[in-house]
Nanobody, 124 residues
Framework: QVQLQESGPGLVKPSQTLSLTCTVS??????????WSWIRQPPGKGLKWMGA???????YYSPSLKSRTSISRDTSKNQFTLQLSSVTPEDTAVYYC????????????????WGQGTQVTVSS
């Protein structure tokens, strides 16, 4: 059973870089053709796909966030990481990591596995 767990600071100051890590257990991030995504949900709003890294290592980003987003992985630790730079209060959201066979979807049913989510608040 594949399990995902997000980790990172719950509070980030404006203009700083948000950094979150997703640790995967019960499966390898390189052995199956999946996309390993970061998705967020601002308060009162729907899910928004941010970006993904494929098992090949290729990365994909939402056009609206591409200039501020970087996704990387550490295969030795079975982890992938999100970095979002120059954050503002509008980046306050619950951040999820998820795995699925598609890239770019903001629909929950397009993903096979989800982390529980981690609340990130951007505030001074």
């Amino acid at each position: 059973q594949v399990q995902l767990q997000e980790s990172g600071p719950g509070l980030v100051k404006p203009s700083q870089t948000l950094s979150l890590t997703c640790t995967v257990s019960g499966g390898s991030i390189t052995t199956k053709h999946y996309y390993w995504s970061w998705i967020r949900q601002p308060p009162g709003k729907g899910l928004k796909w941010m970006g993904a890294i494929a098992t090949s290592g290729s990365t994909y980003y939402s056009p609206s966030l591409k200039s501020r987003t970087s996704i990387s992985r550490d295969t030795s630790k079975n982890q992938f990481t999100l970095q979002l730079s120059s954050v503002t209060p509008e980046d306050t959201a619950v951040y999820y990591c998820a795995i699925g066979p598609m890239v770019g979807s903001s629909e929950a049913y397009d993903y096979d596995y989800w982390g529980q989510g981690t609340q990130v608040t951007v505030s001074s």
